[in-house]
């Protein structure tokens, strides 16, 4: 019987891109693994051994072209941080969803490494992605992300990341949706994610952003779900304008009372500064 020509192709794709993984990355993966806490009861890891293929036979590993391309070990009970996460010895690795896990921690510099997120003229198969929601990330959030400028995915929602959201995300220029919500961010939005024509999706609910809300092309139209739960965004759609005639709010009414009163000098300088950057930004924009 003759094979169709469609399924010999579809056959030795799959041999093509199943094959081994490099050694250098199994053993950077496995010095990894071997830094998570309980991890040799952890039965969905049980997988990634030495005697086995991490293409073939790792449990969230996938391979392109016998280099690994695809990390999703979403929810697997991993106890651990990123500290010793081989971002540099995977430069093909374009997908990595570790969300819903115990990750702690803050998230190294080092994740700008990620080489196959830094050039743009690569044809993928994936949706490039980096998903680090819903575990226990703390301190900034790197300024290095911001290399990864092929990134379309990025969701750091639910840990508790903390300071301002760098600007340098305003490199991220192939960035569709970006979820930071759930953390305990602060500061204003970055003026410069305006820039970001392809994002469709922004959640930022959920922190202590404050200030006024950027305005035009993308962040037209996201509504008022992307900014709730947060101490003092002002401006569309939040509230209305958040221009010259505006004055802050003296009441701390959003704010804890737990001791931030002794902040509000602090805070009306911040706002002084904040509305100074918006009006000096409206006047090189119409310019
Ligand atoms: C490890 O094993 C113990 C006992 O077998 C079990 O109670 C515990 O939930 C396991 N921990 C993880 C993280 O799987
Ligand atoms: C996460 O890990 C820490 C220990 O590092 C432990 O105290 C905590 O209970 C874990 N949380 C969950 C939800 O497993
Ligand atoms: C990895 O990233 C760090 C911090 O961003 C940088 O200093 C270092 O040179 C990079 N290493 C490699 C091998 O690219
Ligand atoms: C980000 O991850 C959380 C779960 O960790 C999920 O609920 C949320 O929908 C994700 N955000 C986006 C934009 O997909
Ligand atoms: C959010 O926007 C919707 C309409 O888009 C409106 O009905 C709702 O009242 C707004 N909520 C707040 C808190 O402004
Ligand atoms: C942001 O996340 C919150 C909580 O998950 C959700 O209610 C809200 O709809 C999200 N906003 C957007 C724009 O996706
Ligand atoms: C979170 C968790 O499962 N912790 C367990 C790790 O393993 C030790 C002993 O093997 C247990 O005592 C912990 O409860």
């Known amino acids: 019987m003759m094979v169709p020509q469609i399924v010999q192709f579809l056959i030795l794709l799959y041999i093509f891109?199943?094959?081994?993984?490099?050694?250098?990355?199994?053993?950077?993966?496995?010095?990894?693994?071997?830094?998570?806490?309980?991890?040799?009861?952890?039965?969905l890891l049980a997988s990634w051994t030495q005697s086995s293929n991490a293409c073939r036979d790792w449990y969230g590993v996938m391979c392109l072209n016998g280099r690994v391309?695809?990390?999703?070990?979403?929810?697997?009970?991993?106890?651990?941080?990123?500290?010793?996460?081989?971002?540099?010895?995977?430069?093909?690795?374009?997908?990595?969803?570790?969300?819903?896990?115990?990750?702690?921690?803050?998230?190294?510099?080092?994740?700008?490494?990620l080489t196959n997120l830094v050039y743009l003229d690569r044809i993928s198969t994936l949706f490039k992605t980096i998903d680090l929601s819903s575990n226990k990330f703390e301190g900034h959030i790197p300024g290095s992300l911001g290399d990864l400028i092929a990134l379309q995915v990025l969701n750091l929602s639910h840990n508790r990341l903390q300071g301002n959201i760098p600007s340098s995300l305003e490199s991220l220029s192939s960035i569709e949706s970006l979820d930071l919500s759930f953390n305990q961010l602060s500061g204003?939005?970055?003026?410069?994610?305006?820039?970001?024509?392809?994002?469709?999706?922004?959640?930022?609910?959920h922190n202590h952003l404050q200030g006024c809300i950027p305005q035009g092309h993308q962040f037209d139209t996201f509504g008022n779900n992307s900014y709730e739960g947060n101490d003092g965004l002002q401006g569309f759609p939040v509230s209305k304008g958040c221009g010259s005639n505006w004055t802050p709010k003296t009441s701390n009414s959003d704010y804890e009372?737990?001791?931030?009163?002794?902040?509000?000098?602090?805070?009306?300088?911040?706002?002084?500064?904040?509305?100074?950057?918006?009006?000096?930004?409206?006047?090189?924009?119409?310019?």
Not at 21 to 28: F, H
Not at 188 to 201: A, H, K, N, W, Y
Not at 268 to 274: E, L, S, T, V
């Open 17 to 43: 891109t199943v094959t081994f993984a490099s050694k250098e990355e199994e053993i950077a993966l496995l010095k990894w693994k071997a830094t998570f806490k309980n991890q040799t009861n952890n039965s």
């Open 69 to 113: 391309s695809k990390l999703d070990i979403q929810g697997a009970h991993v106890i651990g941080t990123l500290y010793d996460f081989p971002f540099s010895i995977l430069p093909f690795l374009e997908y990595v969803d570790l969300s819903m896990n115990n990750l702690s921690g803050t998230i190294p510099p080092e994740i700008g490494n």
């Open 188 to 205: 204003e939005i970055p003026q410069q994610l305006v820039g970001l024509r392809f994002l469709s999706l922004l959640n930022l609910s």
């Open 257 to 287: 009372s737990d001791g931030k009163e002794s902040n509000s000098e602090f805070v009306n300088d911040f706002w002084k500064a904040a509305l100074m950057g918006y009006v000096l930004e409206y006047l090189l924009y119409i310019s």
